[in-house]
């Protein structure tokens, strides 16, 4: 048993090299494992992508390698039917050599391991016979943390995957564009990243490109209050106070809004636009372009307003608003 | 309510100098006094006659920076507007991308 044990270990060694990154192979097993041929049988799961393990190209060039013949023990793959026929495999006393890919989780391991003692503890034959994966845990204590059992003893050994691009998935982007014409390196480091946006922000404010931000009513909602600029809350904020807060975003032309109140009349609503706007206008430091027209800046709701009104409300908007545009 | 607007109050757009006064806010953020009276010098004319129909066709024709009308021969598009550029000694985005791609020199 003992015997089937080591070359099972020095199969797995040998065949997954997944304890070693680089082809350095530390093993103390020359090939072939045996010198007369042995059968090891394996208990696995039938994978699609596997036509069949027997004729299989690597189990061939594996069994000529090691001199090992493989019985292969098929279950379905199916996690519920692969657990059923373990469980039958077991129950009947009809173990094989080794669970391969079994989905054995720790309350399996518990069972059949620790209580009823049915698995190999491999603590020791990893300490001897396998020096990759002696020294791979050595570098990774975490992996040994998370196959060694409740009893101290480890059963079962991992399928070990480094995905770097699982782990790395989040990946941040960053124009070299604008690096380049700050002069800049790229960030390694979250001040360096920092200093980069500080930089940026202020590249972003001084492109030469104009932005011109109309809005679309003259009381900002602001998200139920919860957007903010530079420290000052937008929900509540009047046309004059939205002005400011464009200024200071760095916006070339601010169009405010004051929308027309269908119950009232034009004269009404033109007055109340243009308070808004001449509180704009008289302090701004950028041009001031008021939405006049449909339902906006005096002028009545109506797909086709009436000429005479759009022009006196236009005409209204520069003469007395002071407005720099429309 | 375009044409209300523009008859009620415009400075005539590119039939004057209201595209050129337009361009001042724009790009470099001036009030509309200040961008007539930087326009005004550049044109060696007064704010005033910005809005003149009559004198700025011909002066626009004289500079070649585009007129209302189609007239075969006379600026337009891109070319009117590199005119304008360096008229008002202001960038254009596209004309500086234009300048880019063909190769010319930014003046």
Known sequence: ?326 | MHIAHLLASSMGGIRAAGDLVARMQLSKKMRITEAKEYVADKLHVTPLDLSDPTLMRQLREELDIGVITGVPGIAKGMAAKVRIADLLDIKINCVEQFKKKTGLVSG
């Open chain 1, 1 to 326: 048993m003992k015997r089937l044990v080591i070359i099972a270990l020095a199969l797995a060694l040998f065949a997954g090299g997944a304890f070693s990154q680089k082809a350095e192979w530390l093993s103390k097993q020359p090939m072939p494992v045996s010198k007369d041929k042995v059968t090891l049988k394996i208990f696995t799961p039938q994978l699609v992508e596997i036509q069949d393990l027997d004729t299989n190209w690597f189990t061939k060039w594996y069994e000529a390698k090691t001199n090992v013949h493989v019985e292969w023990q098929l279950a379905p793959n199916e996690t519920s039917a692969l657990r059923q026929k373990l469980n039958l495999v077991i129950a009947a006393g009809d173990l094989p050599d080794v669970f391969l890919g079994a989905k054995i989780d720790s309350n399996l391991e518990a069972r059949y391991g620790i209580d009823e003692k049915l698995f190999l503890p491999l603590n020791d034959l990893i300490d001897k016979n396998m020096p990759n994966f002696k020294a791979y845990l050595a570098k990774n204590p975490s992996v040994k943390g998370m196959i060694t059992a409740i009893d101290g003893k480890i059963y079962g050994l991992p399928n070990v995957n480094e995905c770097y691009h699982c782990g790395l998935s989040q990946k941040m982007w960053i124009n070299k564009v604008w690096l380049d014409k700050l002069g800049l390196k790229v960030p390694t480091t979250t001040d360096e990243f920092y200093s980069v946006l500080k930089a940026c922000d202020h590249v972003a404010n001084d492109t030469g490109l104009p932005v011109e931000i109309g809005m679309s009513a003259e009381m900002v909602l602001g998200f139920h209050g919860q957007l903010e600029y530079n420290g000052k809350r937008l929900a509540g904020m009047w046309p004059h106070q939205q002005l400011q807060i464009c200024e200071e975003a760095g916006c070339a032309i601010f169009g405010p809004v004051s929308n027309t109140n269908t119950k009232k009349t034009v004269p009404w609503n033109l007055g109340k636009a243009l308070t808004f706007v001449k509180a704009c206008t008289e302090i701004a430091k950028i041009p001031v372009h008021p939405n006049v027209g449909m339902g906006v800046g005096g002028v009545p709701m109506f797909e086709t307003p009436a000429v005479d009104v759009v022009t006196r409300c236009s005409a209204a908007m520069i003469e007395i608003g002071h407005a720099d545009g429309l």
